[in-house]
């Protein structure tokens, strides 16, 4: 999952106004339960807008943000991101997680140029294709600037 969750790479964006809007809507519960499938071993880039936001809600940068890499990304603890709650699935900053997070399962798959649907989310075909149109930029935006290194 890592390795593909690189090549792929999600949306960078300044949380801007309409950013905030950015969600794809997937109904993400499993036999009564949050999936939380993308959450574990997470590869998601971290814009500088998404760690204002998170710090902003008392994390410490250095308790979610992992520097390793030539763009900041989401932490892992136990093989899952910080911010997951495994007993439930959820995510605890989910309304301010960040844009990679609104727009995943959609990714941008490098080899092809195309912005597609993961196939590693058990709901991928629940994504329609007016959803990928609506999107595809926002993925496409992030996945330049994260392939640039900049994502600032
Ligand atoms: S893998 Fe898909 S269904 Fe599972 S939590 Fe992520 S987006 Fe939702
Ligand atoms: S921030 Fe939330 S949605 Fe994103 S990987 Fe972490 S737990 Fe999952």
Same mark, same amino acid.
């Given at each position: @999952?890592?390795?593909?969750?690189?090549?792929?790479?999600?949306?960078?964006?300044? *949380?801007?106004?309409?950013?905030?809007?950015?969600?794809?809507?997937?109904?993400?519960?499993?036999?009564?339960?949050?999936?939380?499938?993308?959450?574990?071993?997470?590869? @998601?880039?971290?814009?500088?807008?998404?760690?204002?936001?998170?710090?902003?809600?008392?994390?410490?940068?250095?308790?979610?943000?992992?520097?390793?890499?030539?763009?900041?990304?989401?932490?892992?603890?136990?093989?899952?991101?910080?911010?997951?709650?495994?007993?439930?699935?959820?995510?605890?900053?989910?309304?301010?997680?960040?844009?990679?997070?609104?727009?995943?399962?959609?990714?941008? &798959?490098?080899?092809?140029?195309?912005?597609?649907?993961?196939?590693?989310?058990?709901?991928?075909?629940?994504?329609?294709?007016?959803?990928?149109?609506?999107?595809?930029?926002?993925?496409? &935006?992030?996945?330049?600037?994260?392939?640039?290194?900049? *994502?600032?």
């Amino acid at each position: @999952m890592q390795e593909k969750y690189i090549q792929y790479l999600i949306h960078h964006g300044s *949380l801007r106004k309409e950013n905030k809007e950015v969600n794809v809507k997937i109904n993400c519960k499993l036999n009564g339960k949050y999936c939380g499938k993308c959450c574990y071993n997470t590869e @998601m880039p971290l814009t500088r807008e998404d760690i204002k936001r998170i710090v902003k809600l008392g994390f410490p940068e250095k308790y979610f943000v992992n520097f390793n890499n030539q763009v900041p990304k989401l932490k892992n603890i136990e093989g899952h991101c910080v911010f997951l709650d495994v007993q439930t699935g959820k995510c605890k900053i989910y309304e301010n997680r960040p844009l990679g997070c609104r727009l995943y399962p959609l990714v941008y &798959d490098a080899k092809e140029n195309i912005v597609t649907v993961d196939k590693l989310c058990p709901k991928f075909n629940e994504v329609s294709e007016e959803t990928i149109r609506k999107y595809e930029g926002h993925v496409r &935006d992030l996945a330049s600037k994260v392939l640039k290194g900049k *994502l600032n």
